[in-house]
């Protein structure tokens, strides 16, 4: 730490010459910790004038944070960033639940359109069938289901009566 941040006139008409004013470098090496070296020679970043800009985005109702966040963070360039209006939640929600979506919208409607809740298509696809028969094949009755199970079980195992009541 000898003399780290101590800075000789040398150093800083050496920086004065590079275009960088005593302020920023000394900003640069007793606050932010850079190397001496670095701090003189690295020349100040050019601002670009974006007022105009700002002035348009405020106009479209868009705050300074949110084009500054546009254009630096995401990339967008002035124009975009300032004209594109903001998303409300409702929106973005949508936007987002739709991209991840699993099952078919179409098909999700179509079972509707047929009587079929939303959990019975849901099920029908996790047991592996295609989308279009899950969406129009009828739901069956308790009636009728008990009446396939039963059918099933004499087909399997003959008379079941006879089989659990020895």
């Not at 409300?88 to 919208?105: D, F, G, S, T, W």
Request: with cysteine; hydrophobic share 35%; net charge positive.
């Amino acid at each position: 730490m000898n003399g780290e941040f101590y800075i000789t006139p040398e150093e800083y008409e050496k920086a004065q010459k590079n275009g960088i004013n005593a302020f920023n470098l000394e900003r640069r090496i007793r606050l932010l910790g850079w190397r001496k070296e670095k701090a003189i020679n690295t020349p100040v970043r050019k601002r670009c004038d974006r007022s105009k800009w700002v002035k348009i985005a405020k106009e479209n109702g868009i705050k300074y944070n949110t084009f500054m966040s546009r254009v630096n963070v995401y990339g967008w360039d002035e124009e975009r960033a300032a004209s594109e209006p903001l998303q409300n939640r409702q929106a973005a929600a949508h936007k987002a639940h739709e991209k991840i979506r699993v099952l078919p919208r179409e098909y999700v409607e179509l079972a509707k359109q047929n009587g079929i809740s939303y959990y019975t298509f849901r099920r029908r696809i996790k047991k592996g069938w295609d989308a279009e028969k899950a969406a129009t094949h009828p739901v069956m009755s308790s009636i009728e289901a008990g009446r396939m199970g039963a059918r099933k079980v004499r087909e399997l195992y003959g008379d079941w009566n006879r089989v659990s009541f020895k």
